[in-house]
């Protein structure tokens, strides 16, 4: 299938009933008490924001937090002079991936919508906006016309050659997209999920710009499932980085948010039909990018409320909870990359259950929540946040925080260093350990230190809910 490419250079709710009649497993040792008091949530949640600003592209506001970040890919632009600048840096370099950087937001929207009032008692109300509103900037000026989404900007191969600053790039960008010709369901699917979740939390601050995100949703949402593929398939240089096996999820995600946001029940239709139709009311294993039928399972159960769909969300997180691989010291094993990403995305999607569940299941997947996310900040001796806690890491693999302070120059010879990063990349939840607890602290070993923003995104919103739990006394 053809390649769109334009190569530019830069210099510079109803109730979910959620009843578990299972055993648990040994790693839940106390369903009486939930919270863990030993950790502050509040500022772990201030640091994971922090992560975000310091992964900005674009031109960076007066009000920038990270003082060794600046302008940077600011005429990213598409074949017809669209402006492309602004949103996240995906990684350790300096791609842009519209379909993660989606999924990001649709998560951290979700958790503002659940737990509020954590974001309010952490004083973090204002940058979790921020945070979303970056992105959110980003998908509009990247939903160039109906059905047209750019949905990556920088090169893959040119992008892995060169180590530095990204406010000293002279690499070619290029932009890739998705149209009529070439779809992507899975990417404009997500991207409307985003934009929709997004618009429910915009809309007691700004309505003009919450209808706004609404309308592209709309748009991008009747591109989705009019255009049926996937968006590797047009932008081929994506599959370097990321996959996508389906897009029958990201449809059935995308009517779900689309429904909360506007309560059409068109979408909820539309969201039955995909589920039914794609069979999503099996049970996966995982809830990430790249498989989101948990998250469509708890969503439809919250808002829909069918005894099948409360069964299917509750089977998730008993066999997450109780059958699921862990590691010696207890933490969810599913994947070798992004291993605490996947435990802290199951930890919050349960968490999300728990809220509309009763009896010990709520219990239950509140503790197993508690266990993995203090797994995360250092309960067995380590923490895995960038500047949180005990040991934590000193070498994410991060070429922006590898560099010296200016103007000493940075290059391959900083990632060759094998010293603690100079700047410090406060909040960033590396990959982490293997499956027998051991990290190693390297940022060449990219399997235990790489850094994703996609990483942090359920591992936010699940300490908004364990500290909202928290505030609550539970």
Same mark, same amino acid.
């Given at each position: ?192 999920? &985003?934009? +929709? $979740? ?7 601050? @700004?309505?003009? *710009?919450?209808?706004?995100? !609404?309308? =592209? ?34 449809? &059935?995600? +995308? $009517? ?7 309560? @059409?029940?068109? *979408?909820?239709?539309?969201? !039955?039909? =995909? ?36 069964? +299917? $969300? ?161």
């Amino acid at each position: 299938m053809k390649l769109d490419l334009f190569v530019t250079c830069v210099t510079i709710l109803p109730a979910i009933l959620i009843i578990s009649t299972c055993r648990t497993n040994a790693f839940i040792v106390d369903v009486k008490n939930v919270t863990d008091k030993s950790h502050d949530y509040a500022e772990v949640i201030k640091l994971s924001l922090l992560y975000f600003e310091a992964q900005r592209s674009g031109k960076l506001p007066k009000d920038n937090r990270i003082p060794w970040r600046g302008d940077s890919a600011v005429n990213d632009r598409g074949p017809n002079c669209e402006d492309l600048s602004g949103g996240y840096y995906d990684a350790a370099d300096f791609v842009k991936f519209t379909f993660t950087t989606a999924f990001t937001t649709t998560i951290l929207a979700w958790g503002v919508i659940s737990w509020p009032k954590a974001y309010i008692a952490a004083n973090q109300l204002d940058e979790i906006y921020k945070t979303i509103k970056w992105a959110t900037d980003y998908f509009i000026k990247c939903h160039v016309s109906k059905n047209v989404l750019y949905g990556q900007v920088g090169d893959f191969m040119s992008d892995q050659m060169y180590w530095g600053r990204p406010e000293e790039m002279t690499i070619c960008r290029p932009a890739f997209k998705i149209d009529a010709e070439h779809p992507g369901s899975d990417l404009a699917g997500e991207t409307a999920a &985003a934009l +929709a $979740a997004s618009s429910i939390i915009f809309r007691s601050v @700004d309505r003009d *710009y919450s209808l706004w995100c !609404l309308q =592209h949703a709309i748009e991008l949402y009747e591109f989705a499932d009019t255009y049926r593929g996937f968006y590797l398939e047009a932008i081929t240089n994506a599959k370097e980085f990321f996959s996508s096996t389906d897009y029958g999820d990201e449809l &059935a995600w +995308a $009517a779900l948010w689309l429904f909360s946001a506007t309560r @059409d029940h068109k *979408y909820l239709e539309h969201a !039955l039909h =995909h589920y039914q139709n794609f069979r999503l009311d099996k049970r996966p294993n995982e809830f990430f990018y790249n498989n989101k039928i948990a998250g469509v399972q708890v969503l439809l159960a919250q808002l829909e409320g069918r005894n099948e769909h409360q069964e +299917a $969300a509750r089977a998730f997180c008993d066999f997450s909870v109780q059958k699921q691989k862990r590691t010696p010291k207890g933490l969810l094993y599913i994947n070798k990359t992004g291993t605490l990403s996947h435990a802290a995305n199951v930890a919050f999607l349960c968490l999300e259950a728990a809220d509309f569940g009763i009896g010990d299941s709520r219990l239950i997947y509140r503790q197993f929540a508690e266990e993995q996310i203090a797994y995360i900040l250092g309960s067995t001796g380590r923490s895995y946040v960038v500047g949180y806690g005990k040991n934590s890491p000193k070498q994410p693999l991060h070429a922006a925080s590898s560099c010296p302070d200016r103007p000493a120059p940075c290059g391959w010879a900083d990632y060759d260093k094998n010293e603690s990063n100079p700047q410090i990349l406060y909040g960033a939840l590396v990959s982490g350990p293997n499956e027998n607890d051991e990290f190693n602290d390297h940022r060449e070993e990219d399997i235990y230190t790489e850094v994703l923003i996609n990483y942090n995104a359920g591992f936010t919103s699940a300490l908004a809910g364990l500290l909202q739990l928290q505030l609550d006394g539970l």
